[in-house]
């Protein structure tokens, strides 16, 4: 299967820069893009697609969700960050199976509607949850979330890291290479001391990504220092968990020593701007971390505590948020946090084969609207995609060359029964 | 004429607060809302709409905008401040009768789409591009904006003087009162200070209400302080000014002492956040203000430092930046942001008669859907509207009972005339 798109507006990568090209053509052949350029291909395609008044970039990658917390999201909303713990905890414990199937579904949904072909996922039982991946034809880092323990736990019994390496060895690059299985450590503060060191021991023989969070509130960056003598960066390298290749969500406190490690040890940090506005978390320093050649990717953080995925609306607060707090208007260039919603977003989960409109490069492709009022003029392509783009203006989401979503409509997944299976989860969630 | 909505998720106000109902009816008579309740009312209306999904909430009411700086969107993003300006002036300059009712057109497109029901407007010529506001049927408070002067000029015939009297004199109140007309003054630091003087005595004697921008930046309040040994607040007051009702863009920069003369006076301060943000302005005290009892609106600022008039994005970031700054997420709550691009915006306007959804109150009312994947559950209706709605939820836009826009199409307005005009007058600004 071959496609061509013709009269497109493309934000193509040329040499590792955006190159905006009007009234152009991308042909697909298979899962790869085969063809950019402003003349017409001499090849042939078996369709083609007239993208007049669209836009072609590349899909966005979500560098850190949480999936089915999509079902907690309004509960405790501006409560602080403990009593909101406390309040969704126990909702969230009686999660079954299908709840947990429920929330990945309809976070797929919402992200394939919103431009993102790619995420970065921890959350409980991917073994179950894996199948929307699989389904749904999007792309996805899954981890089985690795937290707990105490001085009396056995390590090779211990659940989490059981469950963890049987997924990873059911399901590592399944799919066709679309699902990833990935490592995690919760956060240094939810991990006993001696389960880490021997899990930091394990996971470097086994190969893969870790996906960790890290000093995301002042409060866990200071308690580590106070009671280990150490930061949570510098904790996490001393352990050797920084030889696999890792990324970070959040490094909103991480000091000037935690980003020398970072970057000498290749670790992304994930930016979750609407979670770290939302809980009072604080500014990560991105454009610092970006200057010292630190990977940054951009991601959502769960529905829990965002109060959406909409990848949009993060490449929107990323470029203007630090602006505001550091009364500067030239930093965060569009073009920076383009990058990070999306190469960025796809080196951290390994696939260097995607992230930018390149031939060669995997189909994973959107379309935008330019045709609503919000989008007139385009006197900056990158500026209107960073300042003015909505996720709704999403029209067509392709993932590895197949269309999975075009002008409201879902062609793998099938929108009324999830939406039915999902009122049906959130209903015994409210009554148990 | 009279319609009745059925079966739809209502946040109405009761005693000043909100109060959501569901399944719920609200009845509209000619201009007004005349029923709200669980109960099927009564009376007959002329025809019936099934509002299931949809949850209807007041027409936001957008406090600070520069309608037709649309077409200068995107150029020069993320200059400092005076490069910035000093990129788009020129271009500005140019801008002849029919760009200016073009980006009027346009913006009003995108305000209706986006569930603005009214909008403040402080730019050149109103009185050429009021002429929107009685063809769409939306609500505005225009300005003919006053500016400049210096020692030498002769006050009586100051065109920008001579312009605000007649277009006040001619369109008071014109198109049964959804036109307002009001003073403005830039700012402090555009205005010379003796057409300043005289023009604050002039306005005290005809009614009216005052919109001006006021402590946007740390440059332009230290500024004032330096030349004049007084704030920018404590100018405009010494001058009488806010003996008018005033409304007061940005107030980034305001003092405890200012915000002392803006609760004394009555002066609303209407939040930017987006531009504030992109233009690296800084943080409004926001919880402050509100805490102090001072009425805060919330507007979009011109479309050139935004990137757009999406009132939806206004309240997410109202709602979570000033939590990520103070580090506490506890503050800012939906309501009262809510209420900030609603009900406080119509105060600020002097329209006591529309703002919130109760019985005798004007009928500007707009529908949200919420049958999409970003729209569930919903464990909080106010939290789902400041964290999760997106302008492209709006389904429905009603003013004066009179529906202006709906399921993507616009009832008032030739959208396709309206776009063809408007991309005339980008490549006249372009070309020129």
């Not at 080196?347 to 994973?364: F, H, I, N, W």
């Amino acid at each position: 299967m071959s496609v061509l798109f013709k009269n497109a507006r493309i934000l193509a990568t040329v040499n590792g820069s955006f190159k905006v090209l009007d009234g152009a053509f991308l042909g697909v052949s298979g899962k790869k893009i085969n063809y950019i350029g402003t003349n017409r291909p001499s090849f042939p395609y078996d369709s083609e697609k007239d993208m007049h008044d669209r836009l072609l970039m590349p899909g966005l990658v979500n560098g850190h969700a949480h999936s089915a917390m999509n079902l907690l999201k309004g509960i405790g909303s501006d409560l602080p960050l403990q009593d909101w713990l406390n309040t969704i905890w126990p909702v969230e414990g009686r999660m079954r199976e299908q709840e947990l199937v429920s929330g990945m579904e309809m976070v797929v949904l919402e992200m394939l509607a919103g431009g993102t072909t790619s995420f970065s996922d921890m959350y409980l039982k991917p073994m179950v949850t894996q199948k929307v991946i699989g389904e749904s034809g999007i792309k996805a880092d899954l981890c089985r979330v690795v937290m707990g323990g105490d001085e009396n736990t056995d390590y090779l019994t211990f659940q989490n890291r059981v469950e963890a390496l049987e997924f990873h060895k059911e399901f590592y690059n399944a799919y066709d290479g679309r699902l990833h299985v990935d490592w995690s450590v919760h956060a240094e503060y939810t991990i006993a001391d001696r389960i880490a060191e021997k899990w930091a021991e394990e996971i470097q023989t086994l190969g893969g990504r870790l996906h960790i969070h890290l000093s995301e509130t002042r409060t866990e960056h200071e308690n580590c220092i106070n009671k280990r003598g150490i930061t949570p960066a510098g904790w996490f390298n001393k352990l050797g968990f920084f030889n696999v290749p890792t990324y970070a969500a959040h490094c909103v406190w991480v000091s000037d020593e935690d980003m020398a490690i970072m970057k000498d040890k290749g670790v992304t940090a994930v930016h979750n701007p609407s979670s770290n506005m939302k809980l009072g978390s604080g500014f990560a320093p991105v454009q610092k971390m970006l200057d010292r050649g630190i990977n940054v990717a951009l991601g959502t953080d769960g529905s829990a505590s965002n109060n959406n995925v909409n990848m949009f609306e993060e490449i929107h607060l990323a470029s203007v948020i630090h602006n505001g707090y550091h009364t500067d208007p030239t930093i965060m260039k569009p073009a920076d946090v383009i990058k990070m919603a999306t190469v960025n977003g796809a080196m951290a989960q390994g696939r260097p084969d995607t992230g930018s409109l390149e031939v060669g490069k995997c189909a994973d492709i959107i379309a935008i609207n330019l045709d609503a009022p919000h989008m007139v003029p385009d006197h900056d392509t990158l500026a209107l995609i960073a300042y003015s783009a909505q996720a709704s203006d999403v029209c067509m989401t392709m993932v590895d060359g197949k269309i999975l979503y075009e002008n409201v409509n879902f062609l793998t997944m099938d929108r009324e029964r999830i939406f039915h299976d999902y009122k049906k989860s959130c209903e015994f969630l409210s009554k148990s």
